[in-house]
């Protein structure tokens, strides 16, 4: 078997002492817990009170949600190809066939049924990337909780409360997204 | 309340002792001789000799037989299997035991000499006689030995003061004894002598 | 034994116990604050009387320091498993074998001075609950029968992590037990005496051991003599205090559970409160090795610079009721101080690699406390 042979450095008596630089170490973790105790450096966020929001980054992958356009028709074509994609299965739709009296008759499909599970989904964005439409996107909210399983399955309802209305034409890898 | 102590220690002591030879597990063996060196602890303890005592605990208990577990498990050794035991070794094992049921039973009955009671310890004659042995009257020992503030006896001293004077030779023979022991492992398990 | 001493002893036997076991939570608290404090973090700063639910305006949080207290109430209420390949019989004996001798050992040390007793005229009681003659060796003797706890649990629990853990901790630990002993073998040279509440009123009168400056009592200010033994007592501070980081499992040396190769050592196995066990275990032997450290090098009880001298009674050299306690006051806070430093140092030092920490403990440790000795034993023959 290859193996390489590691050079170590020399160390003189004084470092072979050890002691030294455990003083050192030990100068230093102190110096850190005194700036901590005086308030100079602190990284931890109390958390109710400070919270993400303000330093969420761009590319935050939150809750995903249903979006509708500027003329309130749901963006969602039931196409189904989410639910395939979705690695842990969170997503659950139902398909229907818009009737013809409908003013967007000729989309033809409709979700009925659109759940997704947040006790499954992994927050990956693969359903926002493999959406046709443009119908579905990550949003920001992080602090999804419930009582119950069932509080944290969203229904179409709340996926459209949470995503809103998305206006002109939707490219999702621009800024606009 | 002392006698009450020694029988329970004694009765500690006989049962696990039993445990040791009874137990099939020898994980269970060498944990029963444990508890049992602890019972002679205590009945070195109660008899003022701490120090051997705690010996007792800090070498046997604490450091040979971790050493016994420690083999036992790295070779995980399996459950004894019951065997019949031939007549003879059945007979030998008898004459052994009378023979020394017999001696503790003499022991037993020379007590009636003393009274059924062993005196408690005279200090003020033992220091007599270890002047008398050639010891300095003033030595520390002796002064500890008639402090009536001690409460207990010096053993340690004692012992220290019985080695290091009256038996520095075996002393150190033992000790280079136990080197050579030490040395001869180390040799021994180097695979690869050169 | 009187009626008095007998109530007096099983009322030391609860004092000692209670003050070991609120020790062992508030160092877990300390633990946790010291090293977010150190990661620039700031550590559970929650958890104090939830007075909001009897109407209050604002809950009281006291700095968190009820967090030991929600921790224990998690692990009551946590399933306690065992799983079914273990050997039941030692996998329940094993946390209370590394419980029990932490606590037992705990009974020597002298938590303060004599105390003249305030309502029993001419009255005394020691604040230990046996105040033998071999302190230190008893110690050492009940400490190394916590390995069989560690050894059993690593062995009973019937898998591969645990049984590592296990040999590791049992190896350890006979090795470091050997520095242990040796190397405070000078210190109890130059006192001439195993008792550790002698050794406590010792220090007391002349100052600490290493810190031998003492105002006020019969001898001269600073003692030539221990100053010349000074180097030498300070080698075995050294090797005592880090043998016992390895003795008690600490990191540095925290090589039996060490997380990133054993999963979490010999108590991988173990949930709830048999878990518990274990980690109180290990922190009450921490306490009771701060205490060794404090007692034997720190003066115990003893105030710095012999002040203890002004406050004695000179002619039976008795405390007030009121010293004792405020002695008691100052064990404590020393012996705080030294639990702080453990966890300062497991939150600056890596942990060491096997054979790093074997090769310390034989090679260095072992040859260091023997010529340590031979140069105390040769310094007091002639200048003793
Ligand atoms: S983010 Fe990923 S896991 Fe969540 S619903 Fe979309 S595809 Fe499924
Ligand atoms: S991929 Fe888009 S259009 Fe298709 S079902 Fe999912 S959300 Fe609707």
Same mark, same amino acid.
């Given at each position: 078997?290859?193996?390489?042979?590691?050079?170590?450095?020399?160390?003189?008596?004084?470092?072979?002492?050890?002691?030294? &630089?455990?003083?050192?170490?030990?100068?230093? $973790?102190?110096?850190?817990?005194?700036?901590?105790?005086?308030?100079?450096?602190?990284?931890?966020?109390?958390?109710?009170?400070?919270?993400?929001?303000?330093?969420?980054?761009?590319?935050?992958?939150?809750?995903? &949600?249903?979006?509708?356009?500027?003329?309130?028709?749901?963006?969602?074509?039931?196409?189904?190809?989410?639910?395939?994609?979705?690695?842990?299965?969170?997503?659950?739709?139902?398909?229907?066939?818009?009737?013809?009296?409908?003013?967007?008759?000729?989309?033809?499909?409709?979700?009925?049924?659109?759940?997704?599970?947040?006790?499954?989904?992994?927050?990956?964005?693969?359903?926002?990337?493999?959406?046709?439409?443009? &119908?579905?996107?990550?949003?920001?909210?992080? &602090?999804?909780?419930?009582?119950?399983?069932?509080?944290?399955?969203?229904?179409?309802?709340?996926?459209?409360?949470?995503?809103?209305?998305? $206006?002109?034409?939707?490219?999702?890898?621009?800024?606009?997204? | 309340?002392?006698?009450?102590?020694?029988?329970?220690?004694?009765?500690?002591?006989?049962?696990?002792?039993?445990?040791?030879?009874?137990?099939?597990?020898?994980?269970?063996?060498?944990?029963?001789?444990?508890?049992?060196?602890?019972?002679?602890?205590?009945?070195?303890?109660?008899?003022?000799?701490?120090?051997?005592?705690?010996?007792?605990?800090?070498?046997?208990?604490?450091?040979?037989?971790?050493?016994?577990?420690?083999?036992?498990?790295?070779?995980?050794?399996?459950?004894?299997?019951?065997?019949?035991?031939?007549?003879?070794?059945?007979?030998?094992?008898?004459?052994?035991?009378?023979?020394?049921?017999?001696?503790?039973?003499?022991?037993?009955?020379?007590?009636?000499?003393?009274?059924?009671?062993?005196?408690?310890?005279?200090?003020?004659?033992?220091?007599?006689?270890?002047?008398?042995?050639?010891?300095?009257?003033?030595?520390?020992?002796?002064?500890?030995?008639?402090?009536?503030?001690?409460?207990?006896?010096?053993?340690?001293?004692?012992?220290?003061?019985?080695?290091?004077?009256?038996?520095?030779?075996?002393?150190?023979?033992?000790?280079?004894?136990?080197?050579?022991?030490?040395?001869?492992?180390?040799?021994?398990?180097?695979?690869?002598?050169? | 034994?009187?009626?008095?001493?007998?109530?007096?002893?099983?009322?030391?036997?609860?004092?000692?116990?209670?003050?070991?076991?609120?020790?062992?939570?508030?160092?877990?608290?300390?633990?946790?604050?010291?090293?977010?404090?150190?990661?620039?973090?700031? /550590?559970?700063?929650?958890?104090?009387?939830?007075?909001?639910?009897?109407?209050?305006?604002?809950?009281?949080?006291?700095?968190?320091?009820?967090?030991?207290?929600?921790?224990?109430?998690?692990?009551?209420?946590?399933?306690?498993?065992?799983?079914?390949?273990?050997?039941?019989?030692?996998?329940?004996?094993?946390?209370?074998?590394?419980?029990?001798?932490?606590?037992?050992?705990?009974?020597?040390?002298?938590? /303060?001075?004599?105390?003249?007793?305030?309502?029993?005229?001419?009255?005394?009681?020691?604040?230990?609950?046996?105040?033998?003659?071999?302190?230190?060796?008893?110690?050492?003797?009940?400490?190394?029968?916590?390995?069989?706890?560690?050894?059993?649990?690593?062995?009973?629990?019937?898998?591969?992590?645990?049984?590592?853990?296990?040999?590791?901790?049992?190896?350890?630990?006979?090795?470091?037990?050997?520095?242990? /002993?040796?190397?405070?073998?000078?210190?109890?040279?130059?006192?001439?005496?195993?008792?550790?509440?002698?050794?406590?009123?010792?220090?007391?009168?002349?100052?600490?051991?290493?810190?031998?400056?003492?105002?006020?009592?019969?001898?001269?200010?600073?003692?030539?003599?221990?100053?010349?033994?000074?180097?030498?007592?300070?080698?075995?501070?050294?090797?005592?205090?880090?043998?016992?980081?390895?003795?008690?499992?600490?990191?540095?040396?925290?090589?039996?559970?060490?997380?990133?190769?054993?999963?979490?050592?010999?108590?991988?196995?173990?949930?709830?409160?048999?878990?518990?066990?274990?980690?109180?275990?290990?922190?009450?032997?921490?306490?009771?090795?701060?205490?060794?450290?404090?007692?034997?090098?720190?003066?115990?009880?003893?105030?710095?610079?012999?002040?203890?001298?002004?406050?004695?009674?000179?002619?039976?050299?008795?405390?007030?009721?009121?010293?004792?306690?405020?002695?008691? /006051?100052?064990?404590?806070?020393?012996?705080?101080?030294?639990?702080?430093?453990?966890?300062?140092?497991?939150?600056?030092?890596?942990?060491?690699?096997?054979?790093?920490?074997?090769?310390?403990?034989?090679?260095?440790?072992?040859?260091?406390?023997?010529?340590?000795?031979?140069?105390?034993?040769?310094?007091?023959?002639?200048?003793?």
């Amino acid at each position: 078997m290859a193996y390489i042979k590691i050079k170590r450095p020399r160390l003189g008596l004084f470092e072979k002492l050890y002691l030294p &630089a455990l003083i050192k170490g030990l100068r230093i $973790t102190l110096g850190h817990a005194i700036s901590t105790l005086r308030g100079k450096k602190r990284e931890t966020m109390q958390y109710p009170e400070e919270k993400w929001d303000d330093n969420m980054p761009e590319h935050y992958r939150g809750a995903p &949600a249903l979006v509708t356009d500027e003329q309130g028709r749901e963006r969602c074509v039931a196409c189904q190809l989410c639910e395939f994609i979705c690695p842990p299965r969170a997503i659950t739709i139902l398909p229907e066939e818009i009737p013809t009296e409908d003013k967007w008759a000729k989309v033809e499909k409709r979700p009925r049924k659109f759940e997704i599970d947040m006790i499954r989904c992994i927050y990956c964005g693969l359903c926002e990337e493999v959406c046709p439409e443009q &119908a579905i996107f990550l949003r920001k909210d992080y &602090a999804i909780t419930g009582l119950t399983r069932e509080d944290m399955v969203h229904d179409k309802e709340k996926l459209y409360e949470i995503g809103g209305v998305r $206006t002109g034409l939707v490219n999702k890898w621009n800024e606009l997204k | 309340m002392d006698s009450i102590l020694f029988y329970l220690f004694a009765l500690v002591m006989i049962a696990f002792g039993f445990g040791v030879v009874m137990n099939r597990n020898p994980v269970t063996s060498a944990m029963c001789l444990v508890g049992c060196f602890l019972g002679v602890a205590a009945l070195f303890i109660m008899l003022d000799a701490f120090f051997i005592g705690v010996v007792q605990i800090a070498v046997y208990a604490g450091a040979v037989i971790v050493l016994f577990v420690f083999i036992l498990m790295l070779l995980d050794i399996a459950g004894e299997k019951r065997r019949e035991f031939p007549i003879h070794a059945i007979a030998i094992g008898l004459i052994v035991a009378v023979i020394v049921g017999g001696q503790i039973a003499m022991v037993a009955g020379s007590l009636d000499d003393v009274g059924g009671k062993f005196p408690p310890i005279d200090k003020a004659a033992a220091v007599e006689a270890r002047v008398e042995r050639g010891n300095n009257p003033d030595s520390t020992i002796n002064t500890i030995l008639t402090d009536p503030k001690k409460p207990s006896y010096p053993d340690v001293h004692i012992i220290g003061e019985a080695l290091f004077t009256r038996y520095p030779l075996h002393l150190q023979i033992v000790a280079v004894l136990l080197t050579v022991g030490a040395v001869g492992v180390v040799v021994l398990s180097k695979k690869r002598l050169e | 034994m009187d009626l008095f001493t007998f109530l007096s002893s099983s009322v030391m036997v609860l004092v000692v116990f209670t003050i070991v076991l609120t020790l062992v939570p508030i160092s877990v608290y300390l633990e946790r604050r010291v090293s977010a404090v150190i990661q620039d973090r700031l /550590g559970p700063n929650r958890v104090g009387l939830p007075l909001t639910l009897f109407g209050a305006k604002k809950d009281f949080h006291l700095f968190g320091l009820f967090q030991p207290a929600a921790d224990g109430i998690k692990l009551f209420l946590k399933e306690d498993h065992t799983p079914a390949h273990v050997n039941k019989f030692y996998f329940i004996l094993a946390p209370a074998l590394v419980m029990v001798p932490a606590l037992l050992s705990a009974a020597v040390i002298p938590f /303060g001075s004599t105390m003249d007793m305030p309502f029993f005229e001419g009255r005394q009681v020691q604040l230990a609950v046996a105040n033998v003659d071999i302190g230190p060796l008893l110690i050492f003797a009940i400490a190394s029968l916590t390995v069989y706890g560690i050894v059993i649990a690593g062995w009973a629990s019937n898998s591969r992590y645990p049984f590592l853990g296990g040999v590791r901790s049992s190896a350890q630990m006979i090795s470091y037990e050997i520095c242990l /002993g040796l190397s405070i073998i000078p210190v109890l040279l130059y006192f001439g005496d195993l008792n550790l509440g002698r050794i406590a009123d010792q220090q007391s009168r002349d100052g600490w051991l290493l810190l031998p400056i003492a105002f006020g009592g019969d001898g001269p200010v600073v003692d030539w003599r221990t100053l010349l033994l000074l180097p030498t007592l300070l080698i075995a501070f050294i090797i005592f205090t880090v043998s016992l980081f390895a003795e008690t499992n600490r990191a540095p040396f925290d090589l039996p559970e060490c997380e990133t190769e054993l999963v979490s050592g010999y108590h991988t196995e173990y949930s709830s409160m048999k878990f518990a066990l274990f980690f109180m275990g290990e922190y009450a032997a921490m306490v009771v090795g701060s205490a060794l450290i404090v007692t034997l090098f720190f003066g115990g009880w003893a105030l710095p610079f012999g002040l203890d001298n002004l406050i004695r009674d000179p002619a039976t050299g008795a405390f007030p009721w009121w010293a004792s306690l405020m002695h008691m /006051g100052v064990f404590l806070t020393k012996v705080i101080g030294f639990i702080v430093f453990f966890i300062w140092v497991r939150w600056t030092v890596p942990r060491f690699r096997y054979d790093q920490l074997m090769k310390l403990g034989w090679v260095v440790f072992f040859e260091l406390a023997l010529a340590n000795i031979l140069l105390a034993a040769i310094l007091i023959a002639i200048f003793g």
